[in-house]
Nanobody, 121 residues
Framework: QVQLVESGGGLVQAGGSLGLSCAASGLIFKINTMGWYRQCPGKQRELVASITSGGITNYADSVKGRFTVSRDNAKNTVSLQMNSLKPEDTAVYYC???????????????WGQGTQVTVSS
């Protein structure tokens, strides 16, 4: 049974920082790209940042220079360091991974349960 679990969400003042972490567990053969998405109130879910198995990153324009995504391939984790937070960053943040479970040997898209990030003004 493969699952992704996020942690680190919470309430933070504008201008502050917050770190998120996501751990993939279960019998996993390989994890390709991992990333973070968010869904702001009244908006569609959007990509925040992603990172390939080789460490290549991609960021939404709105978070460039403020957020940093990283991963530890040995631990099957991906993290998101969020600095200079703004009220508009308030959202539920979801961990995502394209991975191959050992049980199926087929690439599949997995999502975490989401973690709330609230930035007060």
């Amino acid at each position: 049974q493969v699952q992704l679990v996020e942690s680190g969400g919470g309430l933070v003042q504008a201008g502050g920082s917050l770190g998120l972490s996501c751990a993939a567990s279960g019998l996993i053969f390989k994890i390709n790209t991992m990333g973070w998405y968010r869904q702001c109130p009244g908006k569609q879910r959007e990509l925040v940042a992603s990172i390939t198995s080789g460490g290549i990153t991609n960021y939404a324009d709105s978070v460039k220079g403020r957020f940093t995504v990283s991963r530890d391939n040995a631990k099957n984790t991906v993290s998101l360091q969020m600095n200079s937070l703004k009220p508009e960053d308030t959202a539920v943040y979801y961990c995502n991974a394209d991975l191959i479970p050992w049980s199926t040997r087929r690439l599949a898209d997995y999502w975490g349960q989401g973690t709330q990030v609230t930035v007060s003004s």
